[in-house]
């Protein structure tokens, strides 16, 4: 039901209105009009965003990228564009019925939506933005009603950003214990390239900024950054915000060095000083601000459960927003440097075809074994493995977790094949 097309959308999101909108007999306060006029334009924006990717991408495109099925993919995404579409249609009747008029936007995502790696990669951001709009502006609100509503939207918004985590392939599920709370004005800061025309808030927005390491970003990158008024290094600072942290680690512009032990979404500012920014949207400091935030993920945990998910990687997908450096290749790169010292379950590979592309193998749904390196499986194999116990019908094979990961079988992309050459079987 829920993957289902606009008109029925429609529909569906009728009733639940009812349910779901915030009642009130009395006029919302200016701050709560602004967090919900804000909530409409960022529930838009997402809206916008996952209904043309959808658009955009079919079956093949998601296998091409690695997904061990397209269906992960596209009844996630649409779970999401759903989720997204109704928020968006609760807020602005919430609008409508405490008097105001809700902002209509447009929005371009442009290279965002290059591939659905880019999209994929794109989303995760989106919904980080999301979590950390609705957490700081949670403050702000007035009417507890209405801090409850939002509330509920917000763990929405949290699941999607968790699954998306799981679909990059690289990233841990749930990164962290804490997430990290942005005020309006950073959150438009971060958002504000998508919005297409006018959507005036009445905010302005921080200094945009993009991190531009082009190889991959991790423990010991030296991070380097554009944006307006960051002129050479001198004088400025750079602000590493992880959650539950009360303090960004606050180092000279020159040597932002990502340090070891950040796994996840990280919030990065420049300052004007070694002050640290305070990890709270009360007390956070604005006037040392020069540009930022901008979001970037450091994978640096990689675990089975993404592995399932995207189980192969193709070159194809470059790296898609200004915040997001982490390409394919560069993150099977991760994933072998990390399972050979952090003790993380080795991946394990199939046997299917020779590279991730054309791999077709599918396990029955049992807790199947890949085939016996030493007999891979053509591409478009239909039928029992050769243990007999695996029935192949031309899908992708999922690889599962095992004690004994058989490390040495011809399997998948050059990516994956380097990170299976790299990883020991460093399984307890
Ligand atoms: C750039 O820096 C100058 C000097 O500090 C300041 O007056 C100006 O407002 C800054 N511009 C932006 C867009 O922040
Ligand atoms: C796993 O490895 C152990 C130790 O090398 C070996 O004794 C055992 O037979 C292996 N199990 C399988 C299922 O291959």
Same mark, same amino acid.
């Given at each position: ?321 200004? =915040? @997001? ?10 994933? %072998?440097? #990390? /399972?050979?010292? +952090? &003790? *993380?379950? $080795? ?42 116990? =695996? @029935? ?10 095992? %004690?004994? #990961? /058989?490390?040495? +079988? &011809? *399997?998948? $992309? ?15």
């Amino acid at each position: 039901m829920r993957y289902s097309t606009s008109s029925i959308l429609a529909a569906l999101a009728a009733p639940l209105l009812v349910s779901a909108r915030p009642v009130r007999t009395r006029a919302a306060s200016a701050n709560d009009a602004l967090v919900f006029q804000f909530a409409n334009v960022l529930e838009q924006l997402e809206t916008e965003f996952y209904a043309q990717g959808i658009a955009k991408f079919k079956d093949a495109d998601f296998t091409a990228a690695g997904f061990s099925s397209s269906l992960i993919a596209s009844q996630t995404l649409a779970t999401i564009q759903f989720d997204e579409a109704t928020h968006t249609t609760v807020i602005q009747q919430t609008l409508k019925d405490n008097g105001a008029k809700p902002l209509i936007c447009k929005f371009k995502f442009g290279s965002a939506l290059d591939t659905v790696t880019s999209m994929a990669a794109t989303a995760r951001v989106v919904e980080y933005v999301g979590v950390a709009a609705y957490l700081g502006g949670a403050v702000l609100i007035d009417d507890p009603v209405f801090l409850d509503a939002a509330a509920s939207i917000l763990t929405v918004e949290a699941r999607h950003q968790t699954v998306l985590n799981i679909m990059s392939g690289t990233g841990s599920a749930i990164p962290s214990a804490f997430d990290i709370p942005m005020t309006p004005q950073e959150i438009l800061g971060i958002a504000g390239g998508f919005i297409d025309g006018p959507c005036d808030l009445g905010l302005k927005a921080t200094n945009p900024l993009t991190v531009t390491n082009k190889d991959t970003v991790k423990a010991g990158t030296l991070l380097t950054v554009s944006g307006t008024n960051i002129t050479g290094t001198d004088g400025l600072f750079c602000n590493m915000m992880v959650g539950g942290a009360p303090f960004s680690i606050n180092l000279p512009l020159d040597k932002c060095v990502v340090p070891e032990g950040i796994n996840g979404p990280v919030a990065l500012w420049i300052t004007s000083d070694n002050n640290p920014l305070v990890n709270n949207v009360v007390n956070r400091a604005t006037t040392q601000q020069v540009a930022g935030p901008a979001i970037l993920f450091i994978d640096s945990q990689p675990e089975m459960l993404g592995q399932l998910v995207r189980s192969s990687k193709t070159g194809g997908g470059a790296s898609s927003t200004e =915040t @997001t450096t982490i390409t394919p290749d560069e993150a099977s790169k991760i994933i %072998a440097g #990390a /399972s050979s010292t +952090s &003790g *993380a379950p $080795s991946s394990t590979k199939t046997a299917a075809g020779k590279d991730g592309k054309d791999g077709k193998a599918s396990t029955d749904g049992q807790n199947g074994q890949a085939a016996p390196a030493s007999t891979p499986l053509p591409p478009d194999f239909k039928g029992k493995s050769p243990d007999g116990k =695996t @029935t192949v019908d031309g899908i992708k094979m999922v690889p599962r977790p095992q %004690a004994n #990961a /058989s490390a040495s +079988s &011809g *399997a998948s $992309s050059s990516g994956a094949a380097s990170s299976s050459a790299a990883a020991p079987s460093a399984t307890k």
